[in-house]
């Protein structure tokens, strides 16, 4: 199924620019809908087809306007739990959803 088909798709985007090596990337997470929104409201609601982390436009239509991921997209915590609602907090118990894999393999948090 098409990804604009299929809301429930989830995208981590992942941002290696300015990190040296061995350092953790810069890590959003967003759903199909929220991508297209934000794809639709850039360049002052021009519409872009870039995903910009931190970009002001220059010249043309859109001087001065600055186009951000936003902030609630940052991996965190809380950002996953909107995704994983059975993934539970003190990670002693993992549930896989209701759909499961599709045949591919995940990592089961360790108990400590």
Same mark, same amino acid.
């Given at each position: 199924?098409a990804a604009?088909?299929?809301?429930?798709?989830?995208?981590?985007?992942v941002?290696?620019?300015?990190?040296?090596?061995? +350092?953790?990337?810069?890590?959003? !997470?967003?759903? $199909?809908?929220?991508?297209?929104e934000?794809?639709?409201?850039? /360049? &002052? #609601?021009i519409?872009?087809?870039?995903?910009?982390?931190?970009?002001?436009?220059?010249?043309?239509?859109?001087k001065g306007?600055?186009?951000?991921?936003?902030?609630?997209?940052?991996?965190?915590? +809380?950002?996953?739990?909107?995704? !994983?609602?059975? $993934?539970?907090?003190?990670?002693?118990?993992?549930?896989?959803? /209701? &759909? #499961?894999?599709?045949?591919?393999?995940?990592?089961?948090?360790?108990?400590?």
């Open positions: 199924m604009h088909k299929n809301p429930e798709i989830l995208y981590c985007l941002q290696f620019q300015g990190i040296a090596l061995g +350092e953790c990337p810069r890590v959003y !997470l967003a759903k $199909v809908g929220e991508i297209a934000r794809h639709k409201a850039s /360049r &002052n #609601g519409g872009e087809t870039i995903l910009w982390e931190n970009y002001c436009y220059k010249k043309g239509f859109a306007w600055t186009d951000m991921i936003p902030p609630e997209w940052r991996f965190s915590k +809380e950002r996953v739990e909107e995704f !994983l609602p059975s $993934v539970e907090t003190n990670n002693s118990q993992w549930i896989p959803p /209701r &759909n #499961g894999f599709a045949g591919r393999s995940c990592a089961v948090p360790v108990e400590s």
